[in-house]
Nanobody, 111 residues
Framework: QVQLVESGGGLVQPGGSLRLSCTASGSIFTFNDMHWYRRAPGKEREKVATIGRWGRTIYSDSVRGRFTISRDSGKNTIHLQLNRLKPEDTAVYYC?????WGQGTQVTVFV
């Protein structure tokens, strides 16, 4: 059983930055792909970024060029760097691998 724990969410003004982290209780090298999802109030869950075991990355159109996903296999952690944040980025952000999910971390971009 693997546990995923997210951290790093918070309140930020438009244009600001945050860095989210997701730490696994076991080796993330087990997973081919790891993902960040988000769910905004009243909206469906959206996959925003994926990173493969060897570093291949994929981004949704809504965040490409502003968000960066990375992984530190030595620390069993993946990160999501959020830059140039917009109010529409407000959501709970979740880390996922296979059928494992974290509890989520809230990101709020306020004017």
């Amino acid at each position: 059983q693997v546990q995923l724990v997210e951290s790093g969410g918070g309140l930020v003004q438009p244009g600001g930055s945050l860095r989210l982290s997701c730490t696994a209780s076991g080796s993330i090298f087990t997973f081919n792909d790891m993902h960040w999802y988000r769910r905004a109030p009243g909206k469906e869950r959206e996959k925003v970024a994926t990173i493969g075991r060897w570093g291949r990355t994929i981004y949704s159109d809504s965040v490409r060029g502003r968000f960066t996903i990375s992984r530190d296999s030595g620390k069993n952690t993946i990160h999501l760097q959020l830059n140039r944040l917009k109010p529409e980025d407000t959501a709970v952000y979740y880390c996922n691998a296979l059928n494992y999910w974290g509890q989520g971390t809230q990101v709020t971009v306020f004017v």
